[in-house]
């Protein structure tokens, strides 16, 4: 298999930064897993407070009342807990870190194509 097809690949649909560090580019890769990784992390953490928050909140509505689902998804969709802008730009920020991934394990694994050849 090509290396520039296995850089794909691997950055692709493994994770980004792995198909560089398949091809040899170890501080590239190491640095495409940290920001995607980071950037996952501050996602997963941020979520995790806006759904205690929430259920906080429901607990403290019902006052030993049977839980509704429907409040509670209301409660979430209503959250004033803290605006979406670090989620959005964690995610755009793994988005585009994952395009860029892919895109530079392709130019490397073309160059490493190239010598070989």
Same mark, same amino acid.
């Given at each position: 298999?090509?290396?520039?097809?296995?850089?794909?690949?691997?950055?692709?649909?493994?994770?980004?930064?792995?198909?560089?560090?398949?091809?040899?580019?170890?501080?590239?890769?190491?640095?495409?897993?940290?920001?995607? /990784?980071?950037?996952?992390?501050?996602?997963?953490?941020?979520?995790? #407070?806006?759904?205690?928050?929430?259920?906080? #909140?429901?607990?403290?509505?019902?006052?030993?009342?049977?839980?509704?689902?429907? /409040?509670?998804? #209301?409660?979430?969709?209503?959250?004033?807990?803290?605006?979406?802008?670090?989620?959005?730009?964690?995610?755009?920020?793994?988005?585009?870190?994952?395009?860029?991934?892919?895109?530079?394990?392709?130019?490397?694994?073309?160059?490493?194509?190239?010598?070989?050849?």
């Amino acid at each position: 298999m090509k290396e520039s097809v296995k850089g794909v690949i691997l950055s692709g649909l493994v994770y980004p930064g792995v198909g560089q560090l398949v091809a040899g580019s170890v501080l590239t890769g190491a640095g495409f897993v940290s920001v995607t /990784t980071a950037g996952l992390l501050i996602i997963l953490y941020r979520l995790t #407070q806006r759904i205690y928050h929430a259920i906080d #909140q429901l607990l403290a509505l019902l006052n030993g009342e049977t839980p509704n689902i429907a /409040t509670f998804i #209301q409660l979430i969709s209503r959250s004033t807990y803290k605006n979406w802008r670090v989620e959005s730009f964690c995610l755009i920020l793994v988005m585009c870190c994952w395009v860029v991934s892919i895109l530079h394990a392709y130019l490397i694994g073309r160059k490493r194509d190239r010598k070989i050849s």
